[in-house]
């Protein structure tokens, strides 16, 4: 038999350890439709804009996820986990910002999306020894974008990519919602998430470099929808 020759892992960026490009699984895993966040759950009150109409086709989407990414709460999201992903390893910080984030939700589904969402996220997130202790944790609740920043910081993953992760995970579960709702097809769901993609990159790179001084909305159609979905009287999703 001949000599069987083993080569080192090497990734573009030069590693060659076993474990080069252990941050990306762990990303793969925790931006996974599978993860157990509950995003399928929620609409963000997208079920009620399109009860009225105000979203109906692929154009009056990417207008409306559009808005938010710029101007309203994902666009806001993206700041607290920025600076959740700064304040991974300080539990005291950590905890203002959770505060704060909960503080800023407009309306009481708004408030439960955020933080169920982010407690199922932090429970799933244990299995990778990656979340603070259950001593740290008591006593706040934890809204989703900020456990994302903790839990990405922790798992290596890069601050660049952390946001572009969070954000994508929004607007995928808005086009998803979409589909469903509207109805779109697949293909044009699809196209919604292309076109939206130079969005996402401009409210990241934003993000970077903006503090929780910055925090504000101006998409008041949007709270407004969250706000009447409370009394929807036919809902397929929770928020």
Request: with cysteine.
């Amino acid at each position: 038999m001949g000599t069987v020759i083993r080569t080192p892992m090497i990734d573009r960026n030069g590693g060659t350890g076993p474990r080069d490009g252990v941050d990306f699984l762990r990303l793969l895993s925790w931006v996974s439709p599978a993860f157990p966040t509950g995003g399928y759950a929620y609409s963000h009150g997208l079920e009620w804009a399109v009860e009225q109409g105000d979203v109906r086709d692929v154009d009056t989407l990417i207008a409306w996820v559009s808005a938010l990414l710029r101007h309203g709460s994902i666009g806001n999201d993206l700041i607290f986990l920025r600076v959740a992903w700064e304040a991974a390893h300080d539990m005291a910080a950590l905890r203002h910002i959770a505060d704060f984030a909960c503080a800023c939700a407009s309306s009481r589904e708004r408030y439960e999306e955020t933080v169920y969402q982010g407690e199922a996220f932090l429970k799933a997130s244990a299995v990778w020894d990656v979340v603070p202790t259950k001593a740290e944790l008591v006593g706040v609740r934890w809204p989703l974008p900020v456990v994302q920043g903790l839990v990405f910081r922790r798992g290596m993953v890069a601050c660049k990519q952390a946001l572009l992760s969070g954000g994508y995970a929004a607007v995928a579960a808005l086009v998803s919602a979409a589909v469903r709702l509207v109805p779109l097809g697949q293909t044009d769901g699809l196209r919604a998430l292309a076109r939206l993609e130079d969005v996402l990159l401009e409210a990241a790179q934003d993000a970077l470099t903006r503090t929780l001084e910055d925090v504000g909305s101006a998409c008041f159609r949007s709270d407004l929808a969250a706000m009447h979905h409370e009394t929807q009287e036919t809902r397929l999703f929770r928020t």
